[in-house]
């Protein structure tokens, strides 16, 4: 069985803002277990954990993780670990959310062109862009939105905004 380490980043609400996926091995037998974590001053994470499989020698191996509190590691690969991106299908990811100047959001590739719509908790439409087909990620610059709850509605997926 293959086991990996998960982070997630989520907004006082408990919506996710960024999910990450580490391994250090992707051996079959291997487990990847994330044994302790810090929260550095810049927002950033630094984590230790270790992997176990019966291919490796020694038959255990420690890793150590140090990421911005993007879930990146700046400037460098993570020591030891290899890092896997995924965006399940029908999954929104809003980054930075909450939102100030702008907001990137990254969903399934498109299949076929679609449409982003934004709208505000009275139901109003506020902001509507025409997504290509072959897409992945659009950046959104929110300087002209009022601070508060937005609804994001890309294809049938709907996701929460909060612009400051």
Known sequence: ????????????SGDSIWRKTYSNTTDKSSDNILADNILNNDGGLTAIGFVRADTLVPYEKIWLL???SNGYAPGCSPTGIEEYYYTQKGELQIFPNPATTQTTITYTIAEKAITLQIYNMLGQKVY????LKG?????INTTGFKPGLYKVVVGEFMGSLIIN
Do not use: A, G, P
Request: proline share 0%; net charge neutral.
């Open 128 to 131: 509507e862009e025409k997504l």
């Open 1 to 12: 069985m293959y086991y990996v380490t998960y982070l997630f980043k989520l907004n006082l």
């Open 66 to 68: 140090k990421i911005d």
């Open 135 to 139: 897409s992945s990620q659009t950046t």
